[in-house]
């Protein structure tokens, strides 16, 4: 299966990448905050999209993948900082967590807008059968 398609390798790489980027800060107290909020909830996604294999429903389903989404627009934005303060000196990694965010943020945007309507039709299909 391509890197592509393969979700949960995606976000390990991820959270790998992530984890390089925040042992990288500088060792100040803006490099302590945001390595340590990036930490968090830059491999969230990750953890969550495991446990989100083993919903209990569709509507846990749903809302873990929201928090996944939530945790990847505060990456991104933790990333966006990093940048623009210039704590972090590997620009190759920030630029390709920059971009991955992004990738990721609109895979799980599309993910939920489907579990979504999946979710509609089913209650309208039990609605009307009943």
């Known amino acids: 299966m391509?890197?592509?398609y393969n979700l949960e390798e995606r976000l390990i790489d991820y959270a790998v990448s992530i984890i390089h980027l925040s042992d990288s800060l500088p060792k100040t107290k803006a490099g302590g905050h945001l390595g340590g909020q990036l930490l968090r909830s830059g491999t969230s996604p990750a953890l969550n999209y495991g446990e989100a294999q083993s919903s209990e429903?569709?509507?846990?389903f749903i809302h873990k993948f929201r928090v996944i989404l939530k945790e990847l627009?505060?990456?991104l934005i933790c990333i966006k900082i990093i940048r623009k303060s210039?704590?972090?000196c590997d620009n190759q990694t920030l630029n390709f967590l920059f971009k991955e965010s992004n990738e990721l943020i609109a895979i799980f945007v599309k993910?939920?807008?489907?579990a979504q309507k999946n979710q509609f039709k089913l209650k309208f299909r039990v609605f009307n059968d009943s």
């Open 2 to 4: 391509s890197k592509e």
């Open 57 to 60: 429903s569709r509507k846990d």
């Open 73 to 75: 627009r505060e990456s």
């Open 86 to 88: 210039k704590l972090a």
């Open 111 to 114: 993910s939920l807008e489907t």
